[in-house]
């Protein structure tokens, strides 16, 4: 959940902060972060372009649909930029800010903080994605159904989340919300529901491909459901809902590559660059929000952006078939969800806000008990500032979809 308080009454501010809350112009946004984030960017795109064009003999056509869609992707970053601090003006005429409860006791714990700025990326994607189908899908292509599927529940998602930021949803409709948007790729989904049975599993077994039927279509959807708020609750300092999307997304980039590189079989390679086709629009866009959220933030991502990005990653994930790769990819978010369900089940009392303490004096965070990976963190780490804290965690997450390569290359030819 995003480290922010809603706007709230005139009648329970005092005089001092009635001024500073009503004001006859909002003050523009801070200028981006753009730079900063493209140099640190450079430690993927480098790796993910030598895959690409050298070490990899990616057939052509694949090399060109790739490049297409990466300088339409491209166009997405740049119009994200244009796009975020004018719909900032618009969000804060209705209303739609909040303030930074991280900082507060401080004088950036007072300023307005345009909210929902997800909708931006969202829309921004969706355009990117449709404009790439002029492209390169035919009305004969057997890829465009599924293509136009997961994007109906990408927007459909996008949609809801956009509901839950303006009229602030309990937690128990939070959790119906991606169940909803998943239906489209529920009902359309015309692919295999088979999956390989273990090697050493084999012998007992009896057989090596299991069919699983509507169980596997029942896995899919949870695993929508999971994406989507395993994003939103491992959230709650600057930049970290966005920055752990960059994380994963970029490690679903070059899972895929690796994966068309070293497979022969064709319809494999096209399921995983279905998958690039979706993930290279989305890490541009969040690159551009990311230079506005990353600490101190100048905007709120929102629920739009959380439920927005899980739900593409689900369906790129599941489309793409490597489920199982994609979960070890959010191991962070699968220990924060653990922590979590004693809270979020109602056994331990959960507050609105389960963020660490900040010390406006020191500017340091300090963790609560709280059952979240950020409250852990510091408990193991100690105190941390905002910025370093998502920095350390961003590192783990890294660290943990590096890991994921290693086991899948040491279980190659054993296990599958």
């Known amino acids: 959940m995003p480290a922010r ?3 709230i009454t005139a009648t329970n501010l005092n005089p001092d902060h009635i001024k500073t809350v009503i004001s006859s112009e909002d003050p ?5 972060k753009a730079g900063k984030i493209l140099t640190c ?7 993910y372009l030598y895959l690409i064009f050298i070490h990899y003999n990616i057939g052509a056509e694949f090399k060109r649909s790739i490049v297409i869609n990466a300088v339409l992707s491209s166009g997405g970053f740049v119009l994200t930029l244009v796009m975020i601090p004018v719909a900032s003006r618009y969000v804060l005429r209705r209303n739609l800010f909040g303030y930074d409860i991280n900082k507060k006791g401080t004088p950036q714990g007072l300023i307005k903080v345009p909210e929902s ?5 969202g829309i921004v994607f969706l355009v990117v994605a449709i404009l790439f189908q002029y492209f390169n899908f035919t009305a004969d292509s057997n890829w465009l159904v599924e293509y136009n599927v997961a994007l109906a529940s990408i927007c459909f998602m996008t949609l809801l989340g956009f509901v839950d930021d303006v009229l602030d949803v309990p937690w128990r409709v939070k959790l119906l919300l991606p ?6 790729l529920l009902m359309a989904y015309a692919g295999h529901t088979t999956i390989l049975v273990p090697k050493p599993l084999i012998p007992y077994v009896g057989f090596e491909i299991l069919d699983l ?3 596997y279509k029942l896995y899919m959807w949870l695993l929508a459901i999971f994406c989507t708020n395993s994003i939103n609750i491992h959230a709650g300092i600057n930049g970290l809902e966005v920055g752990q999307t960059v994380v994963i997304a970029s490690a679903m980039l070059i899972h895929n590559v690796m994966q068309i590189g070293l497979s022969s079989d064709s319809e494999y390679k096209q399921a995983h660059v279905f998958s690039i086709y979706l993930i290279q629009p989305l890490l541009a866009t969040s690159l551009a929000l990311l230079s506005f959220n990353w600490y101190p933030s100048s905007v709120f991502v929102g629920d739009t952006y959380t439920y ?15 489920s199982e790769t994609l979960l070890i990819f959010f191991t962070p978010q699968v220990l924060n969800f653990l ?3 004693p809270q979020l089940s109602g056994f331990i009392p959960c507050p609105r806000h389960r963020l660490p303490k900040f010390d406006p004096q020191t500017g340091l965070l300090t963790g609560t008990k709280d059952g979240t990976v950020v409250n852990v963190s510091l408990r193991v780490l100690g105190r941390k500032s905002e910025q370093s804290l998502c920095v350390a965690l961003l590192v783990f997450q890294a660290i943990c979809c590096f890991l994921c390569f290693v086991l899948r290359w040491f279980l190659t030819g054993w296990y599958k």
């Open 179 to 184: 169940s909803i948007a998943a239906l489209p």
């Open 213 to 215: 039927g509507w169980i």
């Open 28 to 32: 523009p946004i801070a200028p981006s």
């Open 308 to 322: 927005f990005a899980g739900m593409t990653m689900a369906v790129a994930g599941i489309l793409g078939h490597f």
């Open 5 to 7: 308080k809603r706007a």
């Open 41 to 47: 960017s450079l430690i993927f795109f480098v790796p």
């Open 117 to 121: 700025l997800g909708i931006v990326v």
């Open 339 to 341: 922590l979590s369900v």
